[in-house]
């Protein structure tokens, strides 16, 4: 198990299509949706690859459950492999298992419930902790925001959970930014966000989603340079015909004494 805490003091799913009414493509499209990966590639591809507009929005599949499993509150599937939930508590370990985790994502600083630090231990899950002030406090800088989703975005990362208390506000900031940069249109990122919110519907958190700037994650991005592969393709280009020059060129010194007689 890996863990990770970072403290940041300064701080429904987009509605769902009939899966009768969905035309065949999109729904395949949807089973290899990903969400975007920040940091390895640059952002113009990243968004490219990760391209998800309203009409692609993934089907909700329903996991299925025993009478024993219970899965935590708010739960439910972002895109495959990626999850959203509340705190987990101990009755919910048991469905958690089937998930096969490879990250948990907390973004609230607190004591760990019954059994939390066991469970991930013994699952061997990374752990990521995100002390993040919520919006009714203040906004959430972009730099926070950025450390986030290199982590929730990563497909490395995959089977992930991210969680707040209550899996409405805090984790409804995130995945909004996620489908944000995924190019949802803002009326249906806002109808998910309220989904899970209510009845406590933010107004500071709407206002942050809508507000923010997909370039407030870039700007803070590092973006990969296609200048060495550039510089190595030249050079070997270059090695290539000097090879074949020198190959022409003596092949044509052997042969020169063949041609005096």
Sequence with gaps: MVSGKHSFHD????PLQDR???????????QSLYMINLGSESPEVMLRDAYVSAKDIAVERPLPLTSTQNPPVN?????????????PQAPDYSFMRTLNLKTIVTLVGKEFPEGYQDFIK???IKHEIFDMAGTKKADIPAKTMQSIIAVVGNRKNYPLLVHCNQ?????????????????????????EY??????????TDVKYITNFSVSDIKS???KSSNQPFI???VYGMVMLASFTISVWVYSGIRLLPLTTF
């Design 20 to 30: 009768k009414k969905m035309p065949r493509n999109d729904e395949e499209r949807s």
């Design 220 to 222: 803070v991005t590092p």
């Design 231 to 233: 510089q190595n393709t």
């Design 11 to 14: 701080e429904g799913r987009a």
């Design 75 to 87: 739960f439910a599937m972002v895109v495959p492999g990626l999850y959203r939930s509340g705190y």
């Design 122 to 124: 013994e699952n061997n």
């Design 194 to 203: 309220t989904k899970f919110a209510e009845p406590k519907v933010r107004e």
């Design 167 to 191: 899996g409405k506000h805090r984790t409804g900031c995130v995945v909004g930014i996620l489908r944000k940069a995924s190019e949802w249109d803002i009326k249906s990122i806002i109808r």
